[in-house]
């Protein structure tokens, strides 16, 4: 067993990811599980993406600093989230077509930004992250991403729940009217962070992955919701470290390997997982027939 | 009158003599729960206790007893570690009546609170209701199906436009002066 992960010891490249990716895999449970309730994990997508051409424009700009191109794209994928729903309203379209509007515009102008450096910027590093290259700016904004989530979380993880799962009893009920719309806020704003701080390790187009694939994955393990959040916790580190070590010895990019365990663990889960997996149905249906007959 | 919306005309009073009764209850015909919705039986109850509770409160013996009692009038006492959603329709009614009762509320606000119940369900859904009136509780339901509202001691019987058909005595309800549009029949009993 120890043999298996003799590479994160003897690597400091691949500590440094292991860390990283563990601290997205924990900031990113909570926010996955509640995005997947809310059926938003396109959404989240979408907004993954939209966040190119702001760390494009921010890495032609200041020729390549992590700090910089976090802060684009920050910029840019708050921008499209905080426009494709009002702007999807306003026109009467519905709402995933207007995401789908947006996010495909920010990934053609990204692109275009970053080809115009003349090959100064590494288009493959931002479309698809670069884990193992994750400096220290990078590991230290995983880190702060997976605390302040964790503290934001607990504070608002009643009223986001209730708004989630009964948002109109959640108005009505004679709580603070505040909550609702506060707990929406703070929830939004930490998966802005969350996956800006991916986007290095995980690039642009797979950045939500590592949050909505574990939370997918923990529906199979979980009934309730904080044991949801645990297992996709577990599940998402599961995941970061095995694609770490896929990559390391098939010499894969890291990204595209990671993201590939993840949808392996949900495969598996939703094959064997104890909650609604094929299995547990099937041998549900087995006993059934059982007892009628 | 559950203030979700303002008044087109007129307004609305509700003052409570007890002050934990000062809020409202509020059950609209198509509860916006997901149908999905990770929580069991006894989860679901005890959300009744949000308003109070807030963020970070934790729920003391009393309000524990409560939701028992709560679950038990319902008659869910023996499905209160079952998910919410291999509920039928009925239960969940049941379910969400545990939650109204947990919210304990002065005034109760039912829209349809029997469309997609069974008789039995329905049957004990009215008793639960005579159990809140006898608490001191005020219920006001809307509700399609005249037979049933009959069973309540004061009804009015709406047309779609508001005006009233018919009613079942003649007490003025001075704090309805707008009554609610387009039922066929409100009961409401205190």
Known sequence: ?????????????????????????????????????????????????????????????????????????????????????????????????????????????????????????????????????????????????????????????????????????????????????????????????????????????????????????????????????????????LGVLAGLLVSFHLAAPVGAAIVSCLVAIVLASSLVGPNQSLLTRALGKASLANRAS | MAGEQSPISGSCVWDAPVKRHRSIAWLSQSPSLRPDAPLTVRDLAAMGLWARLGLFGKPCRHDQDRIDQALGMVGLSDLENQQVSTLSGGQLQRALFARLSVQDCGLILLDEPFSAVDTASQTKLLEVIQHWVGEGRTVIAAIHDLDCARQFPLWWELSKFGAILRRSDDKPLSSMSQPLRAVSGVAQSS
């Open chain 1, 1 to 237: 067993m120890v043999g298996v992960l003799a590479p994160f010891f003897d690597y400091e490249f691949m500590t440094r990811a292991a860390l990283g990716g563990a601290a997205l895999a924990l900031a990113g449970a909570p926010l996955g599980v509640f995005l997947v309730m809310r059926r938003m994990s396109l959404v989240g997508d979408a907004v993954g993406h939209a966040v190119l051409p702001g760390a494009a424009a921010a890495a032609l700009l200041s020729g390549g600093s992590t700090l910089w191109t976090t802060l684009g794209a920050a910029l840019t994928g708050t921008m499209v989230f905080m426009t494709a729903g009002p702007a999807s309203r306003a026109l009467r379209l519905p709402e995933d077509a207007g995401f789908a509007v947006f996010y495909l515009a920010a990934l053609a102008i990204g692109v275009m930004i970053a080809s115009m450096g003349g090959g100064v910027i590494d288009l493959d590093k931002l479309l698809f992250g670069a884990a193992l290259a994750i400096d220290n700016t990078a590991l230290a904004l995983a880190c702060v991403a997976a605390l302040v989530t964790a503290i934001g979380m607990t504070l608002v993880y009643r009223p986001l729940l209730i708004d989630t799962l009964d948002p109109q009893f959640l108005r009505a009920s004679g709580g603070a009217k505040w909550a609702g719309p506060v707990a929406q806020s703070v929830f939004f704003g930490l998966l802005a962070l969350t996956t800006v701080a991916s986007f290095h390790a995980l690039g642009a187009l797979m950045s939500i992955g590592l949050t909505i694939l574990p939370a997918i994955a923990a529906r199979f393990w979980a009934k309730s919701v904080p044991r949801m959040i645990i297992s996709a916790a577990f599940l998402g580190m």
